[in-house]
């Protein structure tokens, strides 16, 4: 073999191992992608985006829609309400907890009916209770107010069917809440929502007064005790 034959393989070798790096190259920057910054698919739910979307406008102050309200046009509301609800003194629960006397009741506490963990979750073991405003909220979109509620209601998009409907709830009760006075509710159009309820609260405690006159005036320190079936609630609606 002469030394002609010599470069035309080492030729050959040279010119394969150039095509072999053109093709390595060319392919990587043809079919090369990114790193995503996150590993997995990024799914943007348009949910969120709504969700986002609505987040600015505060709940719907319910006080000064309730002053307003017409709890027989909240009856008929309530009838949407009871293909899962009972309402009755001492009635059932059904596939939802029985609704006498909610309005000011600890959250999730109906003896008897088996909450969901969200629902238990939402009630900071009972220690939260149902205002008038709280009810609204959950109402308004219970799966957004509540996740994992085992509610399986729309909700009610409509304020002013919520302030009807939570007129009615209000008389579901031997010694029903008082309603924020107007001018409370004017108030309340401020950020303290709060303030309604609580301004509310003077009548309430007089009318427990009939019930345990030996303790209403201490009820309000010794909330959670059993005369508090009546007090606590208020309470409830104060700290919210
Ligand atoms: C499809 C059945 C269903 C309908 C309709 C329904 N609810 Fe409920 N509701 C439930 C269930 C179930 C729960 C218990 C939720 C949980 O444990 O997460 C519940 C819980 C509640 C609670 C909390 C009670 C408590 O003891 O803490 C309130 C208040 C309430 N519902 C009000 C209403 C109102 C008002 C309506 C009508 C506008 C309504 N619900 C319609 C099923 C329903």
């Not at 090369?32 to 505060?58: D, V």
């Not at 309604?196 to 007064?209: L, N, T, V």
């Amino acid at each position: 073999m002469d030394s002609f034959e010599y470069n035309k393989m080492i030729g050959a070798l040279l010119g394969t191992i150039f095509v072999v790096f053109t093709i390595a190259l060319l392919s990587d920057a043809i079919f090369s992608s990114p790193k995503p910054e996150k590993e997995g698919f990024a799914i943007k739910a348009e949910e969120t985006a709504a969700a986002t979307a609505a987040k600015p406008a505060a709940p719907v102050e319910i006080g000064p829609l309730l002053a307003k309200a017409d709890a027989k046009k909240g009856e008929q509301i309530f009838h949407r309400c009871e293909a899962c609800h009972d309402g009755t003194k001492g009635g059932p629960n059904k596939v939802g907890p029985n609704l006498w006397g909610v309005v000011g009741r600890p959250i999730a506490s109906h003896p008897g009916f088996s909450y969901s963990a969200g629902m238990k979750k939402f009630s900071d073991e009972s220690k939260k209770h149902w205002t008038y405003q709280l009810i609204s909220e959950f109402i308004t979109q219970p799966r957004k107010e509540v996740p994992g509620t085992a509610m399986g209601f729309a909700g009610l998009d409509d304020a002013q069917e919520r302030a009807d409907v939570i007129s009615f709830l209000r008389t579901l009760s031997d010694n029903p809440e008082p309603l924020p006075s107007p001018e409370a509710a004017k108030k309340a159009a401020a950020p303290a929502d709060a303030k309604a309820p609580a301004d509310g609260k003077a009548p309430a405690a007089g009318s427990d007064q009939g019930k345990a006159p030996a303790t209403a005036p201490a009820a309000g320190n010794d909330n959670g005790q059993a005369p508090a079936q009546g007090t606590a609630p208020k309470a409830g609606a104060q700290t919210k």
